[in-house]
């Protein structure tokens, strides 16, 4: 008899990337390949960051500070809270697993959105937990029904707001009167990987504010997306002091590599290069709104850095016919795909190659 | 009744970081600290990594190859194995979480030796295995014992060669004799992080050889040792393309961070760097065996880039004298510390503080 495995991962499907840009430059004989499928910031990093890297890079022998204390520190001033209210992480995606592991026992019941982020589930499952799907109502999440779904097995719910890959939040009202109706032994995950792109007014504007009076809740942030350090890991919790202790104790103690921490830190203090950032976002997201418009295609009014439409063709057959012409998207269900807003230039060469991919596919002439 | 946390993890001790050399010359008014107390490659890593590193410094923003694929290629090549046999992991100390993850069921047996990595039993236990350990003898790996110890709920054997912290190794004809008598159901994990350094001629060449007889055999690597890099936090698994493909499924998609995937395919490239390390390390090795035989203390020969001394004080008092200094160690069990070996330079400022140290203790004079 060989090694088993756990049954919990029987059916868990191993994460497929997609083709490298080289790769895709490669097999079509492309020089240059515009990616717009994994919401990375096309304005790369602050330059503060390539700064802070060449000063630690002497430093490739050193295990990382296993307790972030500098990064800790930054954050708690950011936000006015304690340094032992922040943790660290390598990427959100660690964070997800890691709360995994200090909360859910077998048969626990995990309440999250049916299209959003599949990690919220896969970690679900290897810990033995039920995951519990509440559809999207209008692309939105339906905190209602999510209400509605809590039992005594109810052990997490996962809100991701604004929604990956919709696009789509919940204001501030909505939060706080979901917040008043979920009893206090059931963490709530308020994960704003996307905030800082949102533009409108009733977003919640202050969420580590929500943990005064809702101990239950932890907040799950990026440095991936607006800040642009996806190529280097690094996330972070804001919670309670005994939630962050007791998610600590599961933690691999050098998580978060000495680069991602000394480039978080100089990325957090360049708040110029996160307003450029949010003024080009919306600037692309206008433009591709109007666009979409003039082709008579449905998008999702997004409040992220990228946004989903209806091509009204199988998705899976735009994506390839985009990547022969250089420019890779994310297909999703049926006929809608979602693209990553770029710079100026790169979305309208994503429009210009959409175009000519659907035209002979049937999809244009006729809008 | 607020959140509750799992029952697994409520013993569980985070882990607790040294102070960082700053803090350290800060507290104590010094401009030189030497730190060798986590084995760290004492040359830094390779010229080629500093160059591979800036090669990338560019793509802050993109995520990293979600598969790895030249690194899985790189290493593929140095071992003549295939590249779906190999598993890139974010320092050694990911892959034990996932192995965990992927294998131990509640109740199953996890066999290790008593003084080893802590993290093989930390991740046991998060799981809900059981540890049994397994008391080395005369400080090295007693295989018979953990024979002797297999039970029906045996899951896992971690077998650490040469061993953290205490240096020893066992032979190769033991662990071919300890392999035969595993049942083929129950998963041997050969952590060979120090293996670079080893200069005992029985030690076990070619372990990747042992995957042809031994399918239920995992072998652990790092490059955060010898090749330098634990800044960056990369390491490896090889085994069968099934025990790859499972612990693929309960990954972070992008555990590996781009610069860390580019240094390592640089570090793997420069085996003269390694042999430098080598004969640098062998030598560091020979003169502290010889001062502390001078001395007149116990010392564990080493097949490591570390030695345990039996310094004959309570080794918390040692260890804080020395940091006093400017010396960082690691105090162990009650007169035990561990140190790496450092440049010679640095082996010698060990020496001349420690001799310090221990004379006004009463350790020196008589000896």
């Not at 840009?21 to 503060?48: F, H, M, Q, T, W």
């Not at 604004?162 to 706080?176: H, Q, R, V, Y």
């Not at 693209?339 to 002439?365: D, H, R, W």
């Amino acid at each position: 008899m060989p090694v088993s495995f756990r049954k919990e991962i029987k059916d868990l499907v191993a994460y497929k990337p997609g083709k490298p840009i080289e790769d895709v430059k490669r097999e079509y004989g492309l020089s240059d390949v515009i990616k717009l499928a994994s919401n990375e910031n096309p304005l790369g990093a602050s330059p503060k960051v390539k700064e802070a890297m060449l000063k630690v890079m002497e430093e490739f022998s050193l295990y990382p500070d296993g307790n972030c204390t500098e990064l800790k520190e930054a954050i708690s001033k950011k936000y006015n809270v304690k340094p032992s209210e922040v943790l660290p992480s390598a990427g959100s995606d660690e964070m997800v697993d890691m709360i995994a592991k200090t909360f859910i026992n077998h048969g626990d019941e995990i309440i999250m959105a049916d299209i959003t982020f599949p990690r919220y589930m896969d970690t679900a499952r290897i810990m033995g937990g039920t995951p519990v799907l509440v559809p999207l109502k209008n692309w939105t999440y339906d905190l209602e029904g999510m209400l509605a779904k809590i039992t005594d097995k109810t052990k997490i719910i996962w809100l991701c707001n604004p929604n990956n890959p919709t696009g789509t939040m919940f204001s501030e009202k909505a939060l706080l009167d979901f917040l008043k109706q979920v009893p206090e032994n059931i963490l709530v995950i308020y994960d704003e990987a996307y905030n800082e792109f949102v533009t409108r007014d009733d977003y919640p504007k202050d969420s580590v504010q929500l943990l005064k009076d809702y101990p239950n809740v932890l907040i799950l942030k990026t440095f991936s997306k607006m800040y642009g350090l996806a190529s280097l890991r690094v996330g972070y919790t804001i919670a309670s002091e005994e939630i962050i202790s007791n998610i600590n104790k599961v933690r691999c103690p050098f998580d978060v590599n000495r680069f991602a921490q000394a480039a978080a830190i100089a990325a957090l203090e360049d708040q110029d290069f996160v307003k450029k950032c949010y003024d080009l976002n919306k600037r692309g997201k206008e433009y591709l709104y109007s666009e979409f418009e003039k082709l008579g295609y449905e998008y999702i009014p997004s409040e992220t850095n990228h946004i989903m439409a209806n091509v009204e063709k199988n998705s899976g057959e735009v994506f390839l016919e985009l990547q022969k012409r250089g420019v890779i998207i994310r297909p999703m269900m049926s006929t809608w795909i979602r693209v990553s807003i770029g710079t100026m230039p790169q979305n309208e060469t994503f429009i210009e190659k959409l175009k000519e991919v659907l035209a002979p596919l049937g999809g244009c002439e006729n809008k």
